[in-house]
């Protein structure tokens, strides 16, 4: 984390990611798309769905095809969408509540096909908050730390 805001954003999608963990998860079926030099991920997220996206290293260009969507900026504010959208965000974790079916893509500049590949190119496993997640979790299971219900 680089600034204050960044931590606080970051804590607040860990707090997130802590709670959603422990739900059933939602099938958001993804289609990988191939061209020009480009790599654009395709995912539909059903309506009531919360999203917590992975860190992109870089700026990511997105396409909202479908639907309507509130996304948490980094100073917490709501900006909410529909479609058709394009934007550009910045680095880092997203997070938004799908209000209804939405269609959403990421576009990413890469001659690369190896989805595998492609993932460790533009997401930093290091700040995967669903694993950080899993280990507040563990640690409060073990009673290494303590939850304030205050």
Same mark, same amino acid.
């Given at each position: 984390m680089d600034t204050d805001i960044d931590k606080t954003y970051h804590d607040k999608l860990l707090n997130l990611a802590t709670a959603m963990v422990q739900q059933d998860q939602v099938d958001c079926p993804v289609k990988h798309h191939f061209g020009g030099?480009?790599?654009?991920?395709? =995912?539909?997220f059903p309506a009531g769905t919360v999203v917590l996206g992975k860190y992109h290293r870089y700026e990511t260009v997105n396409i909202l095809l479908k639907g309507t969507i509130s996304i948490v900026n980094t100073d917490g504010s709501l900006k909410k969408? =529909?479609?058709?959208?394009i934007l550009v965000s910045p680095p880092g974790a997203k997070c938004g509540f799908a209000h209804d079916d939405v269609v959403w893509c990421n576009v990413h500049h890469t001659e690369e096909t190896d989805l595998d590949k492609i993932e460790k190119i533009f997401i930093d496993e290091t700040k995967d908050l669903t694993l950080e997640a899993n280990m507040v979790l563990d640690a409060i299971r073990r009673k290494e730390i303590d939850i304030c219900h205050g």
């Amino acid at each position: 984390m680089d600034t204050d805001i960044d931590k606080t954003y970051h804590d607040k999608l860990l707090n997130l990611a802590t709670a959603m963990v422990q739900q059933d998860q939602v099938d958001c079926p993804v289609k990988h798309h191939f061209g020009g030099g480009q790599y654009v991920r395709e =995912t539909l997220f059903p309506a009531g769905t919360v999203v917590l996206g992975k860190y992109h290293r870089y700026e990511t260009v997105n396409i909202l095809l479908k639907g309507t969507i509130s996304i948490v900026n980094t100073d917490g504010s709501l900006k909410k969408l =529909t479609a058709p959208q394009i934007l550009v965000s910045p680095p880092g974790a997203k997070c938004g509540f799908a209000h209804d079916d939405v269609v959403w893509c990421n576009v990413h500049h890469t001659e690369e096909t190896d989805l595998d590949k492609i993932e460790k190119i533009f997401i930093d496993e290091t700040k995967d908050l669903t694993l950080e997640a899993n280990m507040v979790l563990d640690a409060i299971r073990r009673k290494e730390i303590d939850i304030c219900h205050g």
